[in-house]
Each structure stands twice: as structure tokens, then as C-alpha cells.
């Protein structure tokens, strides 16, 4: 409430520098030029460091992705946007994007859904409650492969522990990793129980924050829980559960690691995300060409997705 | 103002002097230890029983003479291996000599890194004749050995003796064909009360790749790459068609397990068979160490099935071998060569073979006592060294000599799990063969 | 609509009292203040006879029916909190509807309703705005509307006024005063601040150490404080607390020191006591010959000064003088008596003298003091 004012007395208080008095000129364009100095000694490592490391790579990505390149992946033959338009008439790439889109929204969704539900949960006052707190962040502090590891025997076709499950219960047996639909379904679920862990916390610490008298007082109106949950709960934490949406989102593009151990994309591409495309096509088959088009495809993407929610949710976000 | 001036130059001196130290504290780790023996760089992937018996093979060399010392580097697995090796080419962090993978060979060849071995073997007059023929006409192009092979293995067919006694079933032949294999495989999992599968075939390229080897069909045209740059594949001729519908046939009556693709594919493979789960499944002969050492039944081995009605052309290999980078000095290339020789003697051979699984390329091998007393304690590790030696090389059964053979494998396993999942066989094959036809051409355009 | 508290206790692990056997009835249209120190339990009475907080044992009546048991919403009351309980996200008239739209009130009546609540407390003009755009004073106002629109005879306050400043707080205490005048609700205030209580109050009730100290009109309390708890809380600067030692030989005479003696209308027990005097009924003389006491610190306020003084006996004493600028830091003073004087005994309990033991009737009333420590 204090920052409009504030920012209006000091524009009106700012003073163009052009409009120095000649007098002063010469003093305040040494103390100036020293402090343009002092700001690129201070900030030049870090420039240099983003310009190695971030600014290049990203140019020379977008470079690539107009040229074929050699076995030893150096850029042989311009061929301009061809590497963009046989990507998106290529039918194995589009399943990889429908895989990719299938995969995010499934992951985003459970993820905050069932986050947000561990986070409610939490924040009853319960005897023995802290233990369960405990429990659902647990996955906090599991690697990708440990998770994968867990993984793959919960759903390993001969000794895993959910067909012996079915086994005990006269239920179909499912070839978890080697069906293409339950396959992704078994990804999405080893994603989501890694990210719950995250999200559970953060969504814990959101609903702590919302006072208490905000539920008396709705209590005492003769609101009902249902009610509360959705006209103060889910306003009162939308600026976490929109940094959290965005972080899955995100996060869920560039999924790799669990990809690579459980299914390496497989089976039929059905869990061939674009990442994962990306490391099979620079890394395996050398082709740089092709996978710096596909992560420009993939950056741009983001980029728009992220924007989209930026416009959507701000507003409903910013009070 | 003086003295906070003072004070924040001294800042700037000290982080200076600190930039200063640990640069120099970098450059210090690479200046070299005084030593008047070469380094030879070795590069590898091996992993596991295998490293052990590599670095032991390296302490030897060093030992058994003077002038060179091999520094060997484990480098990941084989697919991050080649594009370090491709990168670091003409650096100082670049290997004297290193290690890639089978499908590699085109793709290290035409980069231009490395020195021929077939030069140092005109220049010793080397011996070549005791290497296996077929495993050295893998790396080979027009004559000439381009690398040696090294960690060889070959596609062969597993079984469980002691299971198919218990059910009463005539094991499969030494030379099995398709039919032989059904045959077994649905009495098996009849007669087990459907507890036990078959047959398992993991989606891998390099088992597709085999089959028609086997078949004695090209992959590739061109001779598959032997005569020239393939510019297109054979993903549907008739030993891919029917080796396919084979393996849809069995997967239809139930008796066939489908584990999948990638690393976790062949290790739930590997659990099923070992408790007896699994009855048969087509795999390196490199996994027979684990297999006898974690197996309490029977192993029983045999070559790797061809289709009906026609004899087999054998198969060719798998593994990886040795290449000479041409970035470093002459001394530096020889030193390179004589380690090569040194892990090709007969005795380091057979040592190696007893030790990992994989195969003693030297002919002389076979006899030596270390590998007499795995035969007389597991006689069917002699059936891969046996279908090694048998195999006349071809142009169909020396591997593939054409680059972007990661893509090839990715796009026929891609086929392999869709055909595994029910898909018409015919259209599996033709899309996988018009995805690859494609990728040829564009690297084909690429490498001009 | 009257509200009975019988024997209304609280206890979270049933050995340890929050709140301990509370008695009173609060009639229809009272203002009615719990104050007492923080930590005294009086939030967590108010939030028990709100229903948020469960009642271990006693029965609550409100309008003469058994509410012990009742959820909040089935009490009829509202309830204005001490943070406002604003949403941030809807603008203030959406704040003051919160309630009867989440049970679904015909939106005409609702309109009305929101309408009239919000030109109740002047703030028609800014119903379109947002919380954070307002002023503190303006989210009081808002909380007041919300509590207003949901027609409740019964309104509870939990320290209201208390995010406010001292300007602010005068003005919404008349305010809010004359809010529940016009509206003729039985209003339950809670506050730490004993201004607010005195002003506002049509009675007090004060709690402290889980327990209730004394319930009263304003003026009860601070003219016949029934402990010297109550009689150091309310007024300011605080009472002078000054211990003496009494005997039959004293024969009626409280003496603090020899130039500060209280006569008693009547013999009292041989003992320890506390004399109370409140600051402005002590009488400084700097020009006496014989001095008890040095001034050790002025606190100058302009129509009066706050003298601290250090008696010979070592105690401390707060005396309030309109005569400013005579004294300095350091000077011997000699403090006297007055005649208005309060008597405590060791435990802290006022001791009462029947009407005529005083000679002026100074103590004239007897009251019977029930939660008197």
C-alpha cells in the first residue's frame, strides 16, 4: 500500500541527468565514469561467467539448429529451417510432443492436486500428525536413482511388488514398463511421488501462513469446510500454488533422469519426451543439428507456457 | 575517504592474489610428474569384472617393460565415450589410444582421428591370422584393419537344462532353428501349468541386427556398407518379416515374456531366467560368467537360431576395439600398438575370456590351461568360442559399416516394441525402414 | 439476548486450568469488557463462547438456552478479530458479504444488507476497494460492516483497537460505542488496554492467573478495587503499593514511615499490609524541614509531572503533581498522606470498612468480593 506513493514521490523528486548545471559537469562525469568502473570491475566475472557459459551456448544452440551436422558434430550444410519443418512433419517427434504434453499435464495436476491434498492433511491438528509431515516429505531427500531404483522393483515384471500384489488378489497381472500406455502411466507416477515430497512442503508452509482467524471467522458465518477450502484456502496460497505450478511445469519438461532409468523413452516412444529425444539425438546419435532445433523447439515452448501462466494466473494471483 | 579507499583496494588485491593461487594451483596438476617413460593414455568403458581384469592387464604391461606407461581412464559407457573421444580430438586431454563400441567403427573412421592399425601391422608384419576372422572383419574396410577388436562377444541362445529335464523336453539343437525354439518354448510353458515362459527376445537392435546376419540378409545397402556409403536400409526383407512374426507367434500363445528394452530390460531378463522363470532368452555370450556364477540349474547354450529351411551364415559380433589416435607423436602411437599386441596374446586372451565372459580372439587360446578347466567345469562355454570359429566372415555376417547406427538400433527397437505390442509386423518394419532411409540421406548430406 | 457463563472452565490436558470456574450473566444490550494482562485466558474465553474453542466443563447459556455444545454458526453472533480477518483478495464489499454469500443469501437481501452495514460505518464510498488500499482505521471499520451485515444480537470483539494508533483507538472507541448503542446488540469486548475498558464499558470483567478478579462497573472497579491486583491495573501511573507492618500498639495508625502514617476508621488483625495510594493522592512538600524521600526521576507531561521518588525505607513511590518546574533531580522531598488510601492484606485482598468507620465516610461501601484471590 506504501509503494505506489512512494515510487510517485520519487519520480517526482528525480531529476533527468542531462539537466546538470555546466558548473558541475565535469566533476559528476569523473565520479560517474569511476562508477561505471567500479560497476564493471564488481560485475564483470559474473558477465564473463554468463557469457561462457549462458549466453554463448545459447547462441550457438540456435546456430546449430540451422545446419546439418557431421559425425564429429561439427556444422557441415546450411539448410536453414529444413531441421525445423522435418521435425514438425515428423510423426515420431509429434508423438514425442503429444507424450511430452500428456506427461506434464498429468504430472503438473497430480502433483499439486495430490500435494495440496498431503499439505491439508498436515495441517489438520491431529495426534501423531507430525510423524505423517515427516513421511510426506520424506521423498525430499531421495535421489532420481534411488527413486528409479524403487521404482523398477515395484513394477519389475517377475518379482515386482505390485504384480505380486495382483497375484494375491487374483487381479490381471500389468507389464508395467513394456505396455506404452502403463508404461507412462508408471513414469508419471514415479515423477509425481519424487516431486511430492517439494511440493507438499511448500504447500504445508503456504497453508501455515494463512491466519487462522481468516477459518474462525468463516466458522462463525456458518461457512462450510468445502467452502472455506475453496473461496479462502486456494486464494489465500495461489501465489505458492502458482510458483509451484510453474516449477512442475517446467520441471516436468525437462525430465530426464527417471525417463532414462526406467523406460530410456521406451516402450514404442511412448515415453520419448523431448528432453529425452534431445540427449538420444546429441548424445547418442551425434546429430547436434537436429537436437539444438529441438531444444530451441523445447526453450520456446516453455517460454510460451510459462508466459500463458504468468497472463492467466497473475491476475487472479496479485492481491 | 582515504582509508576506505585503502581498505577496498586491499579487498581487491586479496581477491586477486586468491585468483592467482588457485590458478596456479590448476596449471600445477597438469605439469607433468618428471618421468622418463611415455604415457600412453588408455581410455575404456569397461566396467565390473571386466575393469579389474583390464587394469590388471595394464599393471602387467607396465611391468613387463621399460619405456611406456599405460595410464588407463574409465570413460562412462560407450555411447558418452564417442562424442568425449569426438570432442577432445587434437586436445591435450585427448587418448593415445582408446576403446568405442562396434557401431561406432564408421563414424571414428570417417572422423579422420586415428591411425589404421593395419599400418603397424604391415610395419611388425604381424601375425593377424590367429585373430578371429569374423570379429576382425567387423572393423575392417577395404582390406585394411582399421582398429582391433578387442572385448568381442556373440549373440547366443540360453537355456535352462535342469528345467526342461523336470518337464521332460528335448532340449533345442546346437544349431537351433525358429521352430526348434517354439517348440520348446510352448512345451515348456505348457507343461510347467503356464508358470514358466519360454522364450524371451530383449527388444534390442543388435539382436535385430543378427537375425539377419543369420538369415545371411544385408541391413544396409552397399553390401551392408563393405563396398561403399549405404545411402538406404532393408528393414523388410524376408529374414526381418519372418523373424518378427516368429517372435509375434509366440508372444500370441502366451509363451513368451517381453521384458522390454534398456538396461533394466536385460537385468529383469537375467532375474527371470536365474529363478527360473524363464526358460530360454537369446543374449551376449558375455553374460555366461554371471550366469554360472548365479545360476544353482543346469546352463544349457546353444548357437543362435536361423529361420526354417535354410542354414545358418552365422552371426557376427559385439563389443568394442582398440583404436590409435593420429594427435599424438609417432612414439606415442608405437607405445599404443604394443599395448594393443600385449592384450592380444594367446595367454592374456584366454585370461580374459575366463575372466569376463567375453571372447579369446587368439586361436592359440583355446588351448591354454585357463580356458581348458572353464570348458571342463562348464562345457557350454565352449559352444560361443565354437560359433565364432565356425563362422565363414561375409559381407552380410561383419557387422554394418555405415554411420548412425545408434539411430538405427533406436528406430528398429522403436519397431521391436510396437511388433511386441501387437502392431502388423509389415507396417512396424516399413515405418522404421522410411525413418531410416530418411536419416541416412540427411547424414549421408551432412558428412558429403 | 442475555449470556450466562456457569462455572465455565477450560483445560487443554485436564490438569492444568486455562481458565478456571467463570461466573457471570451478561444482560441483553450491555457492553460487557473481559480485560485482564496477556496471557490471562481472556481470548480464550471469548473464543469459547464463540464455540471455537471447546468448553472442558460448566454450561454457557445464551438467550436462556444450553449453547455449551452448539457449533460457532448455530450461536447467532458475530465476531470482529483482532487482525481483522480481511481477505486480502476481495474488495471490501465482497469482505462484508463473505458470510452471507457462502450461505447463499438471496443476492436483493444480501445487497441491502451490505449496503446498510457499510453506511453504517461510512464506508459506502470505498466498497470497491481492496484491503490493502485502505487505512487501519478503514479495515477496522470494514471487520465492524462484516460483523454488522450478518445481524447478530450478539457481537464478540477480540482486542479490536489494539493494531491502531493511540489517535485512531479514541476515536473508534467512541465509535464503536455508539455502534452498539444504535444497534442495541450485547457487545463482548476483549482488550488488555484497561483505557479501553474503562471508557467503553458498561461493566468490567477482570481476569488474571486464570481466574476472574473482580466484575464491576468502571467505577466500582477503581473506587473499590477488590485486589490490589485490580488496583494496580487500572489507572495510570500505577497505585503505590507501599507494605507495612501493623500492630495493636500502632493503635489505628498505618505507618509507612514516621512523616507517611494512614489512620485507620477501625482496629484491624496484627500483620503484614499494603497501603495503596494512587499517585495523585500523595502531597509533596519540598520546603518541609524534615524529609522521607529523594526524587529520583521528572517525567514532565505538561499540565502535571510524574514524580519517582525514593523513600527512605527504600521504597519507590509515583506521585503525580501539578506543580511542574519546582522540583529537580535529587532534592529532598517529604511526601505526605491524603486521605484517600486503599488497604491490602498479604495476599493481596482488599480490606473493606463498613459505612461510617471512616471519619469523612471515605470507605463506605462493602462489597462481597467472590473471585478475590
Same mark, same amino acid.
Given at each position: 500500500m506504501d509503494a505506489p506513493i512512494t515510487n510517485k514521490q520519487s519520480q517526482t523528486h528525480y531529476k533527468p541527468k542531462g539537466n546538470k548545471k555546466p558548473l558541475t559537469v565535469g566533476l559528476s562525469y569523473k565520479k560517474e565514469l569511476r562508477e561505471r568502473l567500479y560497476a564493471l570491475v564488481f560485475l564483470g566475472p559474473s558477465l564473463l561467467i554468463l557469457t561462457i557459459f549462458v549466453f554463448f551456448p545459447m547462441l550457438r544452440t540456435l546456430y546449430l539448429s540451422f545446419f546439418l551436422t557431421n559425425s564429429v558434430g561439427k556444422p557441415t550444410v546450411f539448410i536453414g529451417l529444413q531441421n525445423y519443418f522435418s521435425l514438425l512433419t515428423s510423426t515420431a517427434y509429434l508423438h514425442s510432443l503429444q507424450a511430452t504434453f500428456i506427461y506434464v499435464i498429468a504430472v503438473s495436476c497430480l502433483t499439486l492436486v495430490l500435494g495440496l491434498l498431503l499439505a491439508q492433511t498436515a495441517s489438520q491438528k491431529i495426534r501423531g500428525i507430525s510423524f505423517f509431515r515427516t513421511v510426506f516429505s520424506g521423498t525430499m531427500g531421495v535421489s532420481v536413482s534411488v527413486a528409479a531404483i524403487f521404482w523398477l522393483f515395484m513394477f519389475n515384471p517377475s518379482v515386482g511388488l505390485l504384480d505380486q500384489l495382483a497375484n494375491l488378489f487374483h487381479l490381471p497381472v500389468i507389464n508395467w514398463l513394456t505396455q506404452p500406455g502403463w508404461a507412462m502411466t508408471a513414469v508419471v507416477i514415479s515423477t509425481v511421488w519424487m516431486n511430492l515430497g517439494f511440493t507438499f512442503l511448500i504447500f504445508f508452509g503456504a497453508l501455515q501462513s494463512v491466519p487462522t482467524t481468516f477459518y474462525e471467522a468463516a466458522q462463525i458465518e456458518g461457512v462450510s469446510k468445502r467452502y472455506q477450502f475453496f473461496h479462502i484456502t486456494l486464494p489465500m496460497i495461489s501465489p505458492t500454488l502458482f510458483f509451484v505450478s510453474i516449477i512442475t511445469l517446467i520441471e516436468s519438461f525437462k525430465s530426464f533422469g527417471l525417463i532414462d532409468l526406467m523406460t530410456a523413452g521406451g516402450p514404442d516412444n511412448a515415453t520419448n519426451l523431448l528432453v529425452y529425444r534431445i540427449y538420444q539425438d546429441a548424445f547418442l546419435s551425434g546429430n547436434y543439428g537436429l537436437a539444438s532445433t529441438e531444444s530451441v523447439i523445447l526453450a520456446l515452448m516453455i517460454a510460451f507456457f510459462t508466459f500463458i501462466q504468468f497472463k492467466v494466473l497473475e491476475k487472479r494471483v496479485n492481491y | 575517504m582515504k582509508k576506505i579507499k585503502n581498505f577496498r583496494y586491499r579487498h581487491l588485491l586479496l581477491l586477486f592474489s586468491l585468483c592467482a593461487v588457485i590458478l596456479s594451483a590448476l596449471t600445477g596438476c597438469t605439469s607433468a610428474k618428471a618421468d622418463s617413460r611415455i604415457q600412453?593414455?588408455?581410455?575404456?568403458?569397461? =566396467?565390473?569384472?571386466?575393469?579389474?581384469?583390464?587394469?590388471?592387464?595394464?599393471?602387467?604391461?607396465?611391468?613387463?617393460?621399460?619405456?611406456?606407461?599405460?595410464?588407463?581412464?574409465?570413460?562412462?559407457?560407450?555411447?558418452?565415450?564417442?562424442?568425449?573421444?569426438?570432442?577432445?580430438?587434437?586436445?591435450?586431454?585427448?587418448?593415445?589410444?582408446?576403446?568405442?563400441?562396434?557401431?561406432?567403427?564408421?563414424?571414428?573412421?570417417?572422423?579422420?582421428?586415428?591411425?589404421?592399425?593395419?599400418?603397424?601391422?604391415?610395419?611388425?608384419?604381424?601375425?593377424?591370422?590367429?585373430?578371429?576372422?569374423?570379429?576382425?572383419?567387423?572393423?575392417?574396410?577395404?582390406?585394411?584393419?582399421?582398429?582391433?577388436?578387442?572385448?568381442?562377444?556373440?549373440?547366443?541362445?540360453?537355456?535352462?537344462?535342469?528345467?526342461?529335464?523336470?518337464?521332460?523336453?528335448? !532340449?533345442?539343437?546346437?544349431?537351433?532353428?525358429?521352430? %526348434?525354439?517354439?517348440?520348446?518354448?510352448?512345451?515348456?510353458?505348457?507343461?510347467?501349468?503356464?508358470?514358466?515362459?519360454?522364450?524371451?527376445?530383449?527388444?534390442?537392435?543388435?539382436?535385430?541386427?543378427?537375425?539377419?546376419?543369420?538369415?545371411?540378409?544385408?541391413?544396409?545397402? *552397399?553390401? %551392408?556398407?563393405?563396398?561403399?556409403? !549405404?545411402?538406404?536400409?532393408?528393414?523388410?526383407?524376408?529374414?526381418?518379416?519372418?523373424?518378427?512374426?516368429?517372435?509375434?507367434?509366440?508372444?500370441?500363445?502366451?509363451?513368451?515374456?517381453?521384458?522390454?528394452?534398456?538396461?533394466?530390460?536385460?537385468?529383469?531378463?537375467?532375474?527371470?531366467?536365474?529363478?527360473?522363470?524363464?526358460?530360454?532368452?537369446?543374449?551376449?555370450?558375455?553374460?555366461?560368467?554371471?550366469?554360472?556364477?548365479?545360476?544353482?540349474?543346469?546352463?544349457?547354450? =546353444?548357437?543362435?537360431?536361423?529361420?526354417?529351411?535354410?542354414?545358418?551364415?552365422?552371426?557376427?559380433?559385439?563389443?568394442?576395439?582398440?583404436?590409435?589416435? *593420429?594427435?599424438?607423436?609417432?612414439?606415442?602411437?608405437?607405445?599404443?600398438?604394443?599395448?594393443?599386441?600385449?592384450?592380444?596374446?594367446?595367454?592374456?586372451?584366454?585370461?580374459?575370456?575366463?575372466?569376463?565372459?567375453?571372447?579369446?580372439?587368439?586361436?592359440?587360446?583355446?588351448?591354454e590351461p585357463v580356458l581348458q578347466k572353464l570348458y571342463q567345469k562348464t562345457p557350454a562355454a565352449k559352444i560361443p568360442s565354437q560359433q565364432l570359429a565356425r563362422t565363414t566372415p561375409n559381407n552380410t555376417n561383419s557387422g554394418i559399416f555405415m554411420q548412425g547406427l545408434i539411430q538405427e538400433r533406436t528406430i528398429t527397437q522403436t519397431a521391436m516394441e510396437q511388433i511386441y505390442n501387437g502392431k502388423n509386423v509389415t507396417s512396424a518394419l516399413q515405418d522404421a525402414e522410411k525413418q531410416m532411409n530418411s536419416y541416412v540421406q540427411t547424414t549421408n548430406k551432412a558428412n558429403k | 439476548m442475555g449470556i450466562e457463563l456457569a462455572s465455565l472452565s477450560k483445560s487443554y490436558d485436564g490438569q492444568n486450568w486455562t481458565l478456571k470456574n467463570i461466573n457471570v450473566q451478561i444482560k441483553s444490550g450491555e457492553f460487557f469488557t473481559i480485560v485482564g494482562p496477556s496471557g490471562c485466558g481472556k481470548s480464550t474465553l471469548l473464543r469459547m463462547i464463540a464455540g471455537l474453542i471447546s468448553i472442558s466443563d460448566g454450561t454457557l447459556k445464551i438467550d436462556d438456552q444450553d449453547v455449551t455444545n452448539l457449533p460457532p454458526q448455530e450461536r447467532s453472533l458475530s465476531m470482529v478479530f483482532q487482525n481483522y480477518a480481511l481477505f486480502p483478495f476481495l474488495d471490501v464489499k465482497s469482505n462484508v458479504a463473505f458470510g452471507l454469500k457462502a450461505r447463499k443469501m438471496p443476492a436483493a437481501q444480501l445487497e441491502q444488507r451490505v449496503a446498510h452495514a457499510l453506511e453504517l460505518v461510512g464506508l459506502s464510498e470505498l466498497k470497491a476497494r481492496k484491503p490493502r488500499e485502505?487505512?487501519?482505521?478503514?479495515?477496522?471499520?470494514?471487520?465492524?460492516?462484516?460483523?454488522?451485515?450478518?445481524?447478530?444480537?450478539?457481537?464478540?470483539?477480540?482486542?479490536?483497537?489494539?493494531?491502531?494508533?493511540?489517535?485512531?483507538?479514541?476515536?473508534?472507541?467512541?465509535?464503536?460505542?455508539?455502534?452498539?448503542?444504535?444497534?442495541?446488540?450485547?457487545?463482548?469486548? /476483549?482488550?488488555?488496554?484497561?483505557?479501553?475498558?474503562?471508557?467503553?464499558?458498561?461493566?468490567?470483567?477482570?481476569?488474571?492467573?486464570?481466574?476472574?478478579?473482580?466484575?464491576?462497573?468502571?467505577?466500582?472497579?477503581?473506587?473499590?478495587?477488590?485486589?490490589?491486583? /485490580?488496583?494496580?491495573?487500572?489507572?495510570?501511573?500505577?497505585?503505590?503499593?507501599?507494605?507495612?507492618?501493623?500492630? +495493636?500498639?500502632?493503635?489505628?495508625?498505618?505507618?509507612?514511615?514516621?512523616?507517611?502514617?494512614?489512620?485507620?476508621?477501625?482496629?484491624?488483625?496484627?500483620?503484614?499490609?499494603? /497501603?495503596?495510594?494512587?499517585?495523585?493522592?500523595?502531597?509533596?512538600?519540598?520546603?518541609?524541614?524534615?524529609?522521607?524521600?529523594?526524587?529520583?526521576?521528572?517525567?514532565?507531561?505538561?499540565?502535571?509531572?510524574?514524580?519517582?521518588?525514593?523513600?527512605?525505607?527504600?521504597?519507590? /513511590?509515583?506521585?503525580? +503533581?501539578?506543580?511542574?518546574?519546582?522540583?529537580?533531580?535529587?532534592?529532598?522531598?517529604?511526601?505526605?498522606?491524603?486521605?484517600?488510601?486503599?488497604?491490602?492484606?498479604? +495476599?493481596?485482598?482488599?480490606?473493606?470498612?463498613?459505612?461510617?468507620?471512616?471519619?469523612?465516610?471515605?470507605t463506605n461501601y462493602k462489597q462481597t468480593v467472590t473471585n478475590a484471590l
Open positions: - | 600412453i593414455t588408455f581410455w575404456h568403458e569397461m =566396467t565390473g569384472p571386466a575393469q579389474v581384469q583390464l587394469t590388471k592387464f595394464v599393471k602387467e604391461f607396465n611391468q613387463s617393460q621399460h619405456k611406456y606407461t599405460v595410464v588407463p581412464q574409465f570413460e562412462g559407457n560407450y555411447n558418452e565415450a564417442v562424442q568425449k573421444i569426438l570432442n577432445t580430438h587434437g586436445t591435450s586431454a585427448s587418448p593415445a589410444v582408446f576403446q568405442s563400441m562396434d557401431i561406432s567403427t564408421s563414424q571414428i573412421y570417417s572422423s579422420g582421428y586415428t591411425t589404421p592399425v593395419q599400418k603397424f601391422i604391415t610395419a611388425d608384419n604381424y601375425d593377424v591370422s590367429k585373430i578371429s576372422a569374423v570379429a576382425r572383419a567387423f572393423y575392417s574396410k577395404n582390406g585394411q584393419q582399421l582398429s582391433m577388436p578387442f572385448n568381442t562377444s556373440q549373440p547366443v541362445l540360453y537355456y535352462n537344462a535342469t528345467l526342461l529335464k523336470k518337464y521332460g523336453i528335448t !532340449p533345442p539343437p546346437v544349431d537351433p532353428s525358429y521352430s %526348434d525354439i517354439t517348440r520348446v518354448a510352448q512345451q515348456l510353458y505348457e507343461r510347467s501349468g503356464k508358470k514358466v515362459k519360454g522364450l524371451s527376445v530383449e527388444i534390442y537392435g543388435w539382436l535385430f541386427e543378427q537375425f539377419l546376419a543369420n538369415a545371411g540378409e544385408s541391413l544396409a545397402n *552397399n553390401q %551392408d556398407g563393405h563396398a561403399g556409403t !549405404p545411402t538406404a536400409v532393408n528393414f523388410t526383407g524376408t529374414a526381418a518379416t519372418t523373424t518378427m512374426k516368429w517372435i509375434q507367434e509366440n508372444i500370441k500363445h502366451g509363451s513368451f515374456m517381453n521384458y522390454g528394452s534398456g538396461t533394466s530390460a536385460s537385468a529383469n531378463e537375467m532375474a527371470g531366467f536365474l529363478s527360473g522363470k524363464l526358460g530360454m532368452f537369446l543374449q551376449s555370450s558375455a553374460d555366461i560368467s554371471q550366469l554360472t556364477a548365479g545360476m544353482k540349474d543346469q546352463l544349457g547354450i =546353444t548357437y543362435y537360431p536361423h529361420p526354417d529351411g535354410q542354414k545358418s551364415n552365422g552371426v557376427s559380433i559385439g563389443g568394442a576395439s582398440l583404436w590409435i589416435s *593420429n594427435d599424438k607423436s609417432t612414439t606415442v602411437q608405437r607405445g599404443a600398438w604394443e599395448f594393443i599386441k600385449y592384450l592380444m596374446k594367446s595367454q592374456n586372451q584366454a585370461a580374459w575370456q575366463a575372466a569376463t565372459g567375453y571372447l579369446a580372439l587368439n586361436k592359440d587360446s583355446q588351448n | 485502505l487505512s487501519g482505521g478503514q479495515r477496522q471499520r470494514v471487520a465492524l460492516a462484516r460483523a454488522i451485515a450478518s445481524d447478530t444480537k450478539i457481537c464478540l470483539m477480540d482486542e479490536p483497537l489494539s493494531n491502531l494508533d493511540a489517535q485512531l483507538r479514541s476515536k473508534m472507541r467512541s465509535e464503536i460505542r455508539e455502534l452498539q448503542q444504535n444497534l442495541g446488540i450485547t457487545l463482548i469486548y /476483549v482488550t488488555h488496554d484497561q483505557v479501553e475498558a474503562m471508557t467503553m464499558a458498561d461493566r468490567i470483567m477482570v481476569l488474571h492467573a486464570h481466574e476472574v478478579q473482580q466484575i464491576g462497573t468502571p467505577s466500582e472497579i477503581y473506587q473499590h478495587p477488590a485486589n490490589s491486583f /485490580v488496583a494496580q491495573f487500572f489507572g495510570t501511573p500505577r497505585m503505590n503499593l507501599l507494605s507495612v507492618h501493623y500492630s +495493636t500498639k500502632n493503635q489505628r495508625h498505618l505507618q509507612v514511615d514516621p512523616l507517611l502514617d494512614y489512620v485507620l476508621p477501625m482496629d484491624i488483625e496484627e500483620g503484614d499490609y499494603f /497501603v495503596g495510594v494512587r499517585p495523585n493522592a500523595l502531597e509533596i512538600h519540598a520546603t518541609a524541614q524534615a524529609s522521607n524521600a529523594a526524587i529520583k526521576n521528572i517525567e514532565y507531561l505538561g499540565t502535571q509531572s510524574i514524580i519517582h521518588a525514593l523513600l527512605d525505607n527504600q521504597e519507590e /513511590v509515583r506521585i503525580t +503533581t501539578a506543580q511542574n518546574n519546582t522540583f529537580s533531580l535529587g532534592e529532598r522531598i517529604q511526601i505526605r498522606a491524603t486521605a484517600a488510601y486503599f488497604v491490602f492484606d498479604n +495476599t493481596g485482598r482488599a480490606i473493606f470498612f463498613n459505612k461510617g468507620d471512616g471519619e469523612d465516610g471515605r
